[in-house]
């Protein structure tokens, strides 16, 4: 069993910047696939970016690239979201995920849910 729990959303002024972090518990965090995925209302969730459990691999939605970094710390069983230049459109929930198979975008792959965290941007 893996525990997550994100943190660092907030409101904050398009342009600005925003780090959440995602804490893991139980099983060892080295284990397993890292993604962050998040959920604007009325849409579906949508996958970000990934990292492998290595930390070797990352892979980021093309919607994102060059604005999002995901990046770990295994000695802190935690995985971050490092979030630049924010657009309102990336108002949204944002929740990280655990897949012990393998690294993927698809969020039905994914082991374990942590409750997420609102990120909201004004314009």
Same mark, same amino acid.
């Given at each position: 069993q893996v525990?997550?729990? &994100?943190?660092?959303?907030g409101l904050v002024q398009a342009g600005g910047s925003l780090r959440l972090s995602c804490a /893991?518990?139980?099983?060892?965090? $080295?284990?397993?696939?890292?993604g962050w995925f998040r959920q604007a209302p009325g849409q579906g969730r &949508?996958?970000? $970016?990934g990292i492998s459990r290595s930390g070797g691999t990352r892979?980021? =939605?093309d919607s994102v690239k060059g604005r999002f970094t995901i990046s770990s710390d295994n000695a802190k069983n935690t995985v971050y979201l490092q979030i630049d230049s924010l657009k309102p459109e990336d108002t949204a929930v944002y929740y990280c995920a =655990? =897949?012990? =198979?393998?690294?993927t975008a698809y969020a039905d792959r994914y082991d374990y849910w942590g409750q997420g965290t609102q990120v /909201?941007?004004?314009?």
């Open positions: 525990q997550l729990v &994100e943190s660092g959303g /893991t518990s139980g099983r060892t965090f $080295a284990s397993y696939h890292m &949508e996958f970000v $970016a892979y980021y =939605a =655990a =897949a012990g =198979a393998v690294l /909201t941007v004004s314009s």
